[in-house]
């Protein structure tokens, strides 16, 4: 069954708002990488966490593995931000398990 | 940031036909795996590899052969492509278990 769910499934924002974004995990996972899918398909890296919060600009993420979820923060959000959000849980060796992920819309 | 590159990055091919899409990755990583992305199902994995010459089996496998011909190379095989392997394919690598994925551009490849 998934593993990885993601909410919400797409969100809308004006230019300099922000808001989180959620993924839930069903079992335990060791990591968590979060990642940014723009208009031309790449996938962009944002974060890897095993644990705590990590911050790089206007993105702010934490990952809580007790309770099994992770959140991402947009602050201050840029039309640039557009795009599909995708968490992925990281369990060892074996490859990511990737959420259905959050559409961003960012609107002047 | 490690660089992955794949090729080619577009592909247009017919039912039974043969395919092989290519990932390189010249930063040393242990770890590469292929996946494929539908609307709806997100990224999916189809095979990775610990190393030159291993192969595991990944979530969704049927249809698809890969190898790992050295270090740097991971190739994914459609030998008898059809239509249901229409998507969006990337490639991935990473140094060891507890590190970063890399993901390549992807190849975006249309079965008819």
């Known amino acids: 069954g998934d593993q990885v769910e993601q909410s919400p499934s797409a969100l809308s924002l004006h230019e300099g708002t922000g808001s989180a974004l959620r993924c839930n995990f069903t079992t335990t996972m060791r990591a968590v990488q979060w990642f940014q899918q723009n208009s031309r398909g790449s996938l962009i890296n944002l974060f890897y966490l095993a644990s705590g919060t990590k911050e790089n600009g206007r993105l702010k993420s934490t990952f809580n593995s007790k309770e099994s979820y992770s959140t991402l923060h947009i602050r201050d959000a840029q039309l640039e931000d557009s795009g599909t959000y995708f968490c992925?849980?990281?369990?060892?060796?074996?490859?990511?398990?990737f959420g259905l992920g959050t559409r961003v819309s960012v609107f002047p | 940031e490690a660089a992955v590159t794949q090729s080619p990055r577009n592909k247009v091919t017919v039912t039974g036909g043969n395919v092989t899409l290519s990932c390189r990755q010249t930063?040393?990583?242990?770890?590469m795996y292929w996946y494929r992305q539908d609307t709806g199902h997100g990224l999916r994995l189809i095979h990775y590899s610990y190393g030159a010459g291993n192969l595991q089996i990944g979530d969704v496998p049927d249809g698809y052969k890969a190898t790992r011909t050295t270090q740097e190379d991971f190739f994914l095989l459609l030998e008898l492509a059809s239509p249901s392997q229409t998507s969006l394919y990337f490639c991935a690598s990473r140094p060891g278990q507890q590190d970063t994925q890399y993901f390549g551009p992807g190849t975006r490849l249309l079965v008819l």
């Open positions: 930063n040393s990583h242990n770890y």
């Open positions: 992925a849980a990281a369990n060892y060796a074996q490859g990511l398990t």
